[in-house]
């Protein structure tokens, strides 16, 4: 009798327990929000892992995250501020160029880093299921630790420069937003299309350069002449380093049809890149143990 009633409890707890059925994306599918709320845990997991992953067994640590900035800061001061002498917009140009480089930062470290996050966590991604657009997300939220910190860095600057925001402080949390929709959209595109085609790897240090001279990071975009405005606005990170220096500094054209165009063409990037990813996430597992093309 106890084994019969211990057999019936197990087989009323097994059919108590829910059933998940796990189906291949369909093509073109958006963002499954609640997929990515149930998983909540690991994306915390993951993005806590590469932080610690960024600094472990490093000399000074997080010290880095103020290095980094500071050095380029000073470098283009250098080079640009005093030899060339590119304007600055009636700011100093330390102040300048720092406001410029709080977005850029995230965003260069980010191409990178997401790109090969799909080929780093090959093991986690061919043995368990998960919404694998979890992965390169991390990677942008763990590098926003590393924003914070040159955030305040750059307050304490503008402190040592009297310097005080203007009105426009108020739009700084649009173009934060911004930057990570920016950032998330290149990331999701570069990181699908790594999984198989392992050269695009290889193709990011150099597109990183070029899209840094593209960008008003050591110039303002009021040496762009004005016939052009709207086809530099097609770089979605014009609206981000714009909008910051706006906001921040107050210098710069604003709201304009350039920072308009450029703040589409990052939706755009967004979407198109969520959707290219979904789309291409069934094959992951097979591009990837196959080595890619």
Do not use: C
Not at 5 to 26: D, E, F, M
Not at 57 to 75: E, H, K, R, S, Y
Not at 151 to 177: D, K, N, Q, R, S
């Amino acid at each position: 009798m106890g084994e019969r009633s211990n057999g019936t409890k197990a087989l009323n707890i097994t059919r108590n327990l829910p059933i998940y059925v796990i189906r291949p994306t369909k093509s073109w599918q958006f963002l499954d929000l609640s997929e990515l709320w149930t998983y909540r845990e690991l994306i915390y997991f993951l993005t806590w892992r590469d932080v610690k992953v960024r600094y472990k067994q490093t000399a000074v640590g997080i010290a880095w995250a103020v290095l980094q900035p500071v050095a380029m800061m000073v470098v283009f001061t250098l080079f640009f501020g005093r030899l060339a002498n590119v304007p600055s917009e009636g700011v100093p140009y330390p102040l300048f160029a720092f406001a410029a480089l709080l977005p850029w930062q995230l965003f260069s470290r980010t191409l990178s880093e997401s790109t090969n996050s799909l080929i780093t966590d090959q093991r986690l991604i061919t043995r368990v299921y998960f919404p694998r657009i979890i992965v390169p997300t991390a990677v942008t939220l763990a590098a926003m630790l590393d924003f914070f910190i040159a955030t305040v860095l750059f307050v304490v600057l503008m402190l040592i420069y009297g310097h005080t925001p203007g009105a426009e402080i108020i739009w700084l949390p649009f173009f934060v937003l911004l930057m990570l929709t920016t950032t998330l959209g290149v990331g999701y595109w570069l990181s699908a299309l790594n999984v198989e085609y392992r050269d695009v790897m290889y193709t990011v240090p150099f597109l990183t350069q070029l899209w840094l001279f593209l960008t008003p990071v050591v110039y303002p975009s009021s040496l762009v002449p004005e016939k052009w405005q709207i086809i530099y606005g097609l770089n979605p990170m014009v609206a981000v380093v714009e909008g910051f220096r706006w906001s921040l500094l107050g210098v710069g054209r604003g709201l304009s049809p350039m920072l308009a165009t450029s703040t589409l063409v990052s939706l755009a990037l967004f979407l198109t890149g969520i959707i290219w990813f979904r789309q291409r996430e069934r094959t992951f597992v097979d591009a990837i143990g196959s080595g890619g093309r």
